[in-house]
Structures are given as structure tokens and as C-alpha cells.
């Protein structure tokens, strides 16, 4: 149901970033917004895991430097199946993690230094084994879709204002009528649509992925333990440098805020996903 749900909101977000483009400028704009969003997701299909890895400040590790990551990662993938994935270091006191990669077999898993002190070995486990969920479901690639595909569509938002700040008045109809109103429309409302669609894809594939750590693990508290400190400490520990685009790819929000914030939130709330897991 949760794939049905996400295939349903992907093309959602496709159908308002090549509507869009033809409500600003006809069928000329149609075709570049098919043609951007197939140029952008080109990139993110091939380099997002390399960006999402730089931008994070994420180190390699062996088995030598950090063997407690390796073993729980090494009995969770001869569980699941799961290729090894490459593992990494984030510098960082805010215990947080995150998967990327367009496939099990490029996938890599980044914990942050804060994670491994913060967490005991079964609340550790169920961290690692939701981000592998994250690999197995393919996740990190759907992410990357959804991510830039609503990049396009805010991008194509503000070429409309360009265009109407420089006498463009969108699309033309049959008649050769400017769509002025529906272009104005499309400036204002398409972005904060594509938004509120890319949370929905997110929320859903956070859910799954706390069923499917649940199922690896053999139970849920470990997980649900683990999901309780982070929401703690990381109201505590800020996360520096990180880039609010990557926010989605962490198990939870590196980012402390009210809850007018938590409304627009890549995550569903922490309560809820704790008693999700619980109720199972």
C-alpha cells in the first residue's frame, strides 16, 4: 500500500511540474520542464549519493576504526541479504544516520559520531537496520526523484516570475490568449503543492521503513528506544553545516523547530512513529 501510495505521489509531483510548464509558456514550456526534470534526474540518479556524502562531511571507515558499526552492519545484511553497504563517519555530536545510493549494491550507510556514543548496541541495531530498510525499499533513490523533481518545479516557479516581472504573460491557448492567471497561479501555489507532496513521499517511506527495521531486528523496541533519545537530544545537540536539502535523507529532522515547523517536517512525528512500532 505504502509503494502504491508513493508511485501515486511521484506522479503527482510530474504531473504539476509539466503542467505547470505549459501554463507559463505553452507547449514550449511543457517541453522544457520534461526535459529539465530529465536532466536533473540523470544527476541525482548517478552522483546524489557523492552529493548527499560531501555535503554532510561524512569520512570512510574500516573495520579497524569503527568495529562495533561494521559488526551490527554485517549481521543485519547476512539477515536481510543486503550487499555490504560502504559505511561512513559524520563528525558530528548530534547522534543522527542516513542511507543514499540508487541501489542496495551502491548503497552507503553514514552515522554520526554522536549516534554511535549516544546509543546502546540494540537501540544502535535498530537505527542501522531502518536506514537498510531505506536500501532495501530503494528509498534513497525515490528520495532523490521526489527531491528534485519539487527542486524543478520551484526552479520553473521562478523563471514564471521572471517571465511575468518581464512583460510574459505564460502560456498561450488555441485562441493565442495569454494564460496570465494561470501562470500567476502556478508562481504562487505550485511550490508550496510540490512541497506538501514531497513531505507526503517522505512520511510514508519513514513509516515503512520503521515496519520493515522492526521485522530485521525480530522486534521494535529497540528501534522505538532509539527513536526517543533522538528526538532529545536532538532539540540539544545542533547539527552544523548541514544543508536543510538534505534534511529528508536523516532518520530524523537534524533540525530543532516549533510546530508550525513540524507541519512542513520531511518526518512524520516521533510520537507517532514510536507508537506505531509499539502497537505492532
Keep these: 500500500m505504502n509503494t502504491v501510495k508513493t ?20 507547449q514550449q514550456g511543457m ?13 541525482a540518479y548517478f552522483w546524489s549519493d557523492k552529493i548527499a556524502l560531501a555535503m554532510s562531511g561524512a569520512r570512510p571507515v574500516t573495520p579497524d576504526q569503527a568495529p562495533r558499526l561494521y559488526a551490527i552492519v554485517e549481521r543485519l545484511c547476512a539477515k536481510t541479504g543486503l550487499p555490504m553497504p560502504r559505511l561512513y563517519v559524520i563528525p558530528q555530536a548530534q547522534p543522527n544516520a542516513f542511507a543514499t545510493g540508487r541501489s542496495p549494491s551502491k548503497a552507503a550507510v553514514a552515522a554520526t559520531a554522536g ?40 526552479y520553473l516557479a521562478h523563471l514564471g516570475q521572471f517571465a511575468l516581472l518581464f512583460g510574459g504573460y505564460g502560456g498561450r491557448d488555441r485562441n493565442g490568449n495569454g494564460n496570465a492567471l494561470g501562470a500567476l497561479l502556478m508562481i ?22 520503521d515496519a520493515a527495521a522492526a521485522q530485521f531486528v525480530g522486534h ?3 528501534l ?17 553545516g548541514v544543508e536543510p536539502s538534505t534534511a529528508h535523507l536523516y532518520i530524523v529532522n537534524p ?3 516549533g510546530a508550525l515547523a513540524s507541519l512542513f517536517s520531511t518526518h512524520p512525528p516521533l510520537e507517532e512513529r514510536i507508537q506505531r512500532l509499539l502497537n505492532r
Design 31 to 43: 517541453t522544457i520542464a520534461l526535459v529539465m526534470a530529465a536532466l536533473m534526474n540523470l544527476g
Design 188 to 209: 504562487i501555489l505550485a511550490p508550496l503543492a510540490a512541497l506538501l507532496v514531497q513531505l507526503a513521499i517522505s512520511r510514508q517511506r519513514e513509516y515503512a521503513a
Design 255 to 257: 533540525f530543532s523547530g
Design 115 to 154: 549516534l554511535l556514543e549516544a546509543m546502546d548496541d540494540e537501540e544502535l541495531e535498530g537505527v542501522l537496520a531502518h536506514e537498510l530498510a531505506h536500501v532495501r525499499n530503494r528509498d534513497t533513490l525515490i528520495m532523490s526523484v521526489a527531491a528534485t523533481l519539487a527542486g524543478a518545479i520551484t
Design 224 to 240: 522505538a528506544r532509539a527513536l526517543e533519545k533522538l528526538g532529545t537530544l536532538s532539540k540539544r545537540v545542533p547539527m552544523r
Design 220 to 222: 521494535p523496541y529497540g
Design 7 to 26: 508511485g501515486i505521489l511521484l506522479a503527482a509531483l510530474t504531473l504539476i511540474l509539466v503542467y505547470g510548464g505549459q501554463l507559463i509558456a505553452g
